[in-house]
């Protein structure tokens, strides 16, 4: 029997995962969470065969998920199911050596299909998605710009960027200033979603 954790913060999704998976006899629904988090404390709890996690998720992404489980050497196989084709988000999880990438929009057997072939030691990507393999682009933000980026995307000002950091606000904002210019972005917005779109954020 293969015991299955989904993660994924739309409920209707999840539900329809899950309903549709109980009907396999050789899959068993652990159980199904609607954040980064709880997928975290019940995998440690529950110590499932496979986690399927959604890419975005509050709290912890599907990728940190990735990376933590990883990082503590947990033995479940790894499957993130995304809406989103960008290459860093796919570069990201072939570095968090997850077993499985698959876009939402695949039918429910594909993702049956993979949970077995994960299993048997295959890895599974989406077929639209093998292009992206190809696109590896390198990220020109260095760790503190790309930081910047990722608290200016939870709505932080810049004087609570400089208080959270412990840096002047002049600095903070040449920080900015110079992620806004690698990414030829007009805006720090801009520059965020430039970032979060490639994966670099």
Do not use: H
């Not at 998920?65 to 809406?83: F, N, Q, S």
């Not at 084709?85 to 057997?109: C, F, S, T, W």
């Amino acid at each position: 029997m293969i015991r299955v954790v989904i993660a994924e913060d739309q409920q209707m999704i999840r539900s329809a995962f899950a309903s549709l998976l109980k009907f396999e006899t050789d899959i068993e629904m652990a159980a199904e969470v609607s954040d980064g988090r709880q997928a975290w404390e019940a995998i440690q709890k529950l110590q499932p065969d496979v986690c399927v996690l959604d890419i975005e998720m509050p709290y912890l992404s599907g990728l940190e998920l990735a990376e933590t489980i990883r990082r503590d050497g947990l033995p479940c196989k790894l499957i993130i199911v995304t809406t989103f084709a960008r290459p860093g988000y796919l570069q990201k999880a072939m570095e968090a050596r997850v077993n499985g990438y698959l876009l939402k929009d695949e039918p429910i057997d594909v993702l049956i299909d993979s949970i077995r072939k994960v299993m048997r030691g295959e890895q599974v990507i989406s077929a639209d998605l093998a292009p992206t393999l190809f696109m590896k682009e390198e990220n020109p933000l260095s760790e503190r710009e790309a930081e910047m980026l990722r608290l200016t995307k939870t709505g932080m000002t810049t004087d609570e960027i400089s208080k959270a950091l412990f840096l002047t606000k002049g600095t903070v904002r040449n920080y900015l200033s110079s992620a806004i210019q690698k990414l030829e972005a007009e805006s720090r917005q801009q520059a965020v979603q430039i970032a979060e779109e490639k994966g670099w954020i």
